[in-house]
C-alpha cells in the first residue's frame, strides 16, 4: 500500500447539488410580502397577550405561544441595533458590491429587529443605536429584496 | 441521575482536508480508537448514535451512510442532526432508558468538501433571510459587535483569545492549527467581517470522533478509568437573530444552572478544575464563560486578561486550543467531551491540566449559539 500512494494523487469527484426548490410564505407571510410591494409599507403581528410587536410577523407568539392575529403598520425607518461591515466579497453570497453591511434593525412601532443589508453610509457612520431608513426598489416582486437596502437617516442626530 | 460513564474516546486528527480519507474511513478510524480505548469489540455495542449533517457532507440521511463503518449491523442506530453535546445527550438517554447497556457516539465532518459559507447560509430562513446572503461568520459578527458594545469588550481582549487558544494546541496533536501568535498578529490579521478578523474564527476543518457510554455496571467492568456523567442540560434560545438579545446568554445560563444542580455544584468558579467550550469565534470563549458562570456578565474579557483561563492559570479553557485550533462542525462539541473525559482520568497528554477532578464541556447548535449544550464529568461516581 505504501509504494502504491507514492505515485498516486488521490482522486476527488466534483459534483454540484442544484435541487429546484419553492418556499411557500403561507398566509402570514404573503400578507406582510404583499404589503411591501404594493404599499411600500413594513406590517407586524402583535402578541395579544404579552403585546409584542413582531417583525417579521409571526402567526404565533414564541415567547407564550399565543395565536398572533393584529397586524400592526410599522415605520419605514428604525434603529439600528447591531452591524457588521462586510470586509470580504462572496461571488454567490453578497447582495451588493462592497462596502455593504448587515444589521439587525428595529422598525418603529416594532419589538423585535430583522435582518436586513445596509449601504449608501461613509465608513464610521453606522453606529448601534442610530436611525436607518428602507430604501425601496423601484420594480417590486414579492419578496425581502423589494427593499434593497437601508440607509443611515440623514441630518438627524 | 443513574450513573452513566464514558468508558472509550476516540479521535482523527483534525485537519484542513483529510484527502486520504472519506467520511466513512474517518468513522472507522474514530470508532475503532474509542473501541481499543476502551478495550471492547464492537459485539459489545449495543447500539449506536450517529451525527451528521446533510447539507455539510453533500448527501441526504447523511446520517445513514455511515452506518457500514461503525459496526452497526443487527444494531437498533439513530442519528441526531446537530452537534455533538446533542448527540451525546441522546446517547445517555437511551442508555439512562435502561433498554441499552452500552452506546457508541460517532460524529464526521469534511468542512474542505463543501463552501462553508453557501452551506451556513442555508440554515437562515428562505422567506426573510436567506437572499441576504448572511452566512455563519457574518452573523456572528452582528452578535460580536452587540456584546462587545453593551459591556466594553475590546478587540484585543477577543484577540488574547485567539493566542491562548492557538498556543494551546502546540501540545494537542490532534489539532489542526497550532500558532504562536501575539495580539498585535490577531489585531492586524484582515477583518472579514467587522469586528471579526480572520485570527478570530476557527478555520475550516476535517475530522471525526467517537466515544463509548455506558452503565454503571457495565461501565466498572470495562474500565478502571471510567469518566461519569455528574450532570448534564441543554437549552434553546430564539430562532431568528432579531427576536434575541444577542448579547445575551441566557439559553446558556439556564442549561448550566440546570447541570450544575443535577451535579450538585453550586460554586462553579471553585469546584471546576477545566473547561472545554465552543469557541468557534473568539468573543465567543468569552460570552460563554460568563453564561457559565465564571464570572459576572461583560467580564470574559477581564477573566482572560487576567491569565486565569491560560494552561497555567486556576481555570485552563480549551488546553486543547478548542475550536479556534481545528473545527469539525458537528464534531467539535464531542470533541469537547472527549477533552474533558481524557482530562479527568489523566489521559491527556501534553496538555493534561493537573489535578482535575471535575471538567465542563460545552457545545452550541443553530446561529449564533442559539442552544447551547453543557456536561459536567468527573472521577467519581
Ligand atoms: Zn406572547
Request: charged share 25%; net charge negative; proline share 4%.
Amino acid at each position: 500500500m505504501e509504494n502504491w500512494r507514492e505515485n498516486q494523487e488521490i482522486i476527488v469527484m466534483e459534483g454540484r447539488i442544484k435541487v429546484p426548490y419553492t418556499w411557500a410564505a403561507g398566509e402570514v407571510g404573503t400578507r406582510y410580502l404583499e404589503t411591501l410591494r404594493d404599499q411600500r409599507k413594513f406590517m407586524g403581528t402583535r402578541c395579544p397577550r404579552c403585546e409584542i410587536v413582531y417583525h417579521p410577523p409571526r402567526r404565533n407568539c414564541p415567547d407564550c405561544f399565543e395565536e398572533c392575529e393584529d397586524w400592526v403598520e410599522l415605520g419605514s425607518q428604525g434603529e439600528l441595533q447591531s452591524y457588521t461591515v462586510v470586509r470580504r466579497h462572496h461571488p454567490q453570497l453578497s447582495p451588493l458590491p462592497l462596502p455593504f453591511a448587515y444589521g439587525i434593525i428595529k422598525l418603529d412601532g416594532a419589538d423585535t429587529g430583522f435582518l436586513h443589508i445596509l449601504s449608501d453610509f461613509q465608513e464610521g457612520e453606522l453606529a448601534v443605536g442610530s436611525r436607518v431608513e428602507a430604501v425601496f426598489a423601484e420594480e417590486r416582486e414579492g419578496n425581502i429584496r423589494d427593499v434593497l437596502f437601508f440607509r443611515p437617516v440623514k441630518g438627524v442626530d | 441521575m443513574e450513573p452513566v460513564a464514558i468508558v472509550g474516546v476516540g479521535m482523527t486528527e483534525i485537519m484542513d482536508n483529510h484527502l486520504a480519507s472519506n467520511y466513512a474511513d474517518l468513522v472507522f478510524e474514530a470508532s475503532q480508537k474509542a473501541l481499543a480505548d476502551a478495550g471492547m469489540t464492537i459485539d459489545q455495542v449495543d447500539n449506536v448514535i450517529t451525527i451528521s449533517n446533510d447539507f455539510f457532507d453533500g448527501r441526504t440521511i447523511s446520517s445513514m451512510a455511515v452506518m457500514d463503518a461503525c459496526g452497526s449491523y443487527d444494531k437498533n442506530v439513530s442519528t441526531v442532526e446537530g452537534d455533538g453535546t446533542f448527540g451525546a445527550f441522546y446517547a445517555l438517554m437511551r442508555v439512562l432508558s435502561g433498554s441499552y447497556e452500552t452506546c457508541l457516539v460517532c460524529a464526521h465532518h469534511k468542512g474542505s468538501e463543501g463552501v462553508m459559507s453557501l452551506i451556513t447560509n442555508a440554515m437562515f430562513d428562505p422567506i426573510y433571510e436567506r437572499s441576504l446572503g448572511i452566512d455563519a461568520i457574518t452573523s456572528a459578527a452582528l452578535q460580536a459587535r452587540v456584546y462587545m458594545e453593551r459591556y466594553g469588550v475590546s478587540e484585543e481582549e477577543c484577540a488574547l483569545v485567539s493566542v491562548k487558544n492557538h498556543g494551546n494546541a502546540f501540545k494537542n496533536q490532534v489539532a489542526q492549527l497550532p500558532l504562536k501568535l501575539t495580539v498585535e498578529e490577531v489585531m492586524a490579521s484582515p477583518y472579514i467581517s467587522d469586528p471579526l478578523k480572520l485570527l478570530d474564527c476557527s478555520p475550516v476543518s476535517d475530522g471525526a470522533s467517537a466515544l463509548i457510554l455506558a452503565s454503571k455496571s457495565r461501565a466498572r467492568q470495562i474500565t478502571e478509568k471510567p469518566v461519569w456523567v455528574k450532570g448534564v442540560a441543554h437549552c434553546c434560545d430564539a430562532f431568528h437573530l432579531g427576536d434575541r438579545d444577542l448579547s445575551s446568554t441566557r439559553a446558556l445560563e439556564e442549561a448550566a444552572r440546570k447541570a450544575y444542580a443535577m451535579a450538585g455544584i453550586s460554586d462553579p468558579g471553585r469546584e471546576i478544575d477545566v473547561v472545554e467550550l465552543y469557541d468557534a469565534f473568539s468573543y465567543m470563549e468569552l460570552m460563554w464563560l460568563e453564561g457559565l458562570g465564571f464570572c459576572e456578565r461583560g467580564e470574559g474579557g477581564k477573566l482572560t486578561s487576567s491569565g486565569e483561563t491560560a494552561m497555567d492559570g486556576r481555570l485552563p479553557v480549551n488546553p486543547s486550543g478548542g475550536c479556534l485550533s481545528g473545527n469539525p462542525v458537528v464534531v467539535a462539541g464531542l470533541n469537547r467531551i472527549i477533552e474533558c473525559a481524557l482530562q479527568v482520568r489523566g489521559d491527556a497528554g501534553e496538555h493534561q491540566v493537573e489535578g482535575v477532578r471535575t471538567a465542563i464541556a460545552h457545545g452550541i447548535n443553530g446561529p449564533c449559539g442559539q442552544s447551547h449544550c453543557v456536561w459536567i464529568m468527573g472521577g467519581e461516581a
